[in-house]
């Protein structure tokens, strides 16, 4: 299984961005799927949690600017980045589990500029 993002890039304080988190198969549409993203010089962090009923829960920082979402038909899921801070500039991972075996993406730059 390859999980593949997509979608970053560079953007000023207060735009948006939507990444796409893309699999082979269906194991996007039955398992959770988690958002993380990892700034300069500091440990990787939870930013966002979707079940796989399509609950879903925000870190903090991010709540009421991101919201991720499935789109089934293209077996992807998505994370759109609304009023993005310099704060927000990280590589964005996402990550699946299933069968007990734990799944990456290579990672998305997502910079924001003062």
């Known amino acids: 299984v390859q999980l593949v993002e997509s979608g970053g890039g560079l953007v000023q304080a207060g735009g948006s961005l939507r990444l796409s988190c893309a699999a082979s198969?269906?194991?996007?549409?039955?398992?959770?799927v988690g958002w993380y993203r990892q700034p300069p010089g500091k440990p990787r962090e939870l930013v966002a949690a979707m079940t796989s009923t399509g609950r879903t829960d925000y870190a903090d920082p991010v709540k009421g600017r991101f919201t991720t979402s499935r789109d089934n038909a293209n077996n992807t899921v998505l994370l759109q980045m609304n009023s993005l801070k310099p704060e927000d500039t990280a590589v964005y991972y996402c990550n699946t589990r299933s069968g007990g075996w734990d799944y990456w993406g290579q990672g998305t730059q997502v910079t924001v500029s003062s």
């Open positions: 198969g269906t194991i996007l549409r039955f398992n959770p």
